[in-house]
T-cell receptor, first 111, second 113 residues
């Protein structure tokens, strides 16, 4: 089975721009979560989607949004980018009552 | 919300010795506690997890112990090997992790040859 796939692997954006990240979960997994990883704050939960519905949300501003499609693929969008948004964004999928499986992440650099 | 503290932030041990990493949490409703290992430049990978109805779980050289009363759990690695060098994160969640996980800030484990 293919793992969680995230694209692109690297992104460089300028302050004020917006960005969209993509995630394809493991086949059969309907739950997709997003996490932000930074050296200072570690892994922080952004949100979780299941069957195209956002079920849970972390403590991030409204500039961070996401969606899930009928095939369980998910996208995350960050608008009006700030320097502090530079991070590794990790997507994870899971089956019911099973652990999270992470993708390799998208490294976002905001200049 | 949930607050997770992880200690130590860096741990250096001699190859063959044991390593112990500890996490404490604040929400007594939390019932799912996974440990992830992240090697440099790679994705976090689950190494072991435990649910609140179990006090201890082992998988070869790795074990996790949970003290629900004190709200802490620990990762134990015995007979450490060079490939154990990585950053380890503890996670805490409720409803088996379905509501999202709160992670500790990580422990950089260094195995000295």
């Amino acid at each position: 089975k293919a793992g969680v796939t995230q694209t692109p692997r690297y992104l460089i954006k300028t302050r004020g721009q917006q960005v969209t990240l993509s995630c394809s979960p493991i086949s059969g997994h309907r739950s997709v979560s997003w996490y932000q990883q930074t050296p200072g704050q570690g892994l922080q939960f952004l949100f979780e989607y299941f069957s195209e519905t956002q079920r849970n949300k972390g403590n991030f501003p409204g500039r961070f949004s996401g969606r899930q499609f009928s095939n369980s693929r998910s996208e995350m969008n960050v608008s009006t980018l700030e320097l502090g948004d530079s991070a590794l964004y990790l997507c994870a999928s899971r089956a019911p009552n099973s652990p999270l499986h992470f993708g390799n992440g998208t490294r976002l650099t905001v200049t | 919300g949930e607050n997770v503290e992880q200690h130590p932030s860096t741990l250096s041990v001699q190859e063959g010795d044991s390593a112990v990493i500890k996490c404490t949490y604040s929400d007594s409703a939390s019932n799912y506690f996974p440990w992830y290992k992240q090697e440099l430049g790679k994705r976090p990978q689950l190494i072991i997890d435990i649910r609140s109805n179990v006090g201890e779980k082992k998988d070869q050289r790795i074990a996790v112990t949970l003290n629900k009363t004190a709200k802490h759990f620990s990762l134990h690695i015995t007979e450490t090997q060079p490939e154990d060098s990585a950053v380890y994160f503890c996670g805490v969640g409720s409803r088996g992790g379905a509501d999202g996980l709160t992670f500790g800030k990580g422990t950089h484990l260094i195995i000295q040859p």
